[in-house]
């Protein structure tokens, strides 16, 4: 059974930190492109993060520089590290699972598998 899971989220202060995990099964290939997204209220779902199977990662331009994924040596378990918090990153974030071998997985369309979401509240 495929499996995404995601912890870390909660309240945070604006300026302030968090890192999401997001533990990932068996079936989930090392080969998959991964990637974080988030939705907040009456929002459309945006991708922010998207990690190859190469190691290259591509970032939206709302936390770049702020935000950095990464996975274990295992593979087993997906990161983002948040960081400089703002309000305005309040959201559900969600762990997801693309295509093998895709470079760029950025977009909703790319995804095979989802995680069930992490809130994260940022305030000011």
């Known amino acids: 059974q495929v499996q995404l899971v995601e912890s870390g989220g909660g309240p945070v202060q604006a300026g302030g930190s968090l890192r999401l995990s997001c533990a990932l099964s068996?079936?989930?290939?090392?080969?998959?492109?991964m990637g974080w997204f988030r939705q907040a209220p009456e929002k459309e779902r945006e991708g922010i993060a998207t990690?190859?199977?190469?190691?290259?990662?591509i970032y939206a331009d709302s936390v770049k520089g702020r935000f950095t994924i990464s996975r274990d040596n295992a593979k087993t378990t997906l990161y983002l590290q948040m960081d400089i918090l703002k309000p305005d990153d309040t959201a559900m974030y969600y762990c997801?699972?693309?295509?093998?071998?895709?470079?760029?997985?950025?977009?909703?369309?790319?995804?095979?598998?989802w995680g069930q979401g992490s809130q994260v509240t940022v305030s000011s």
């Open positions: 068996e079936f989930i290939s090392s080969s998959r492109c």
């Open positions: 990690l190859a199977s190469d190691g290259s990662a």
């Open positions: 997801a699972a693309g295509r093998t071998y895709q470079k760029n997985c950025l977009t909703p369309a790319d995804i095979t598998y």
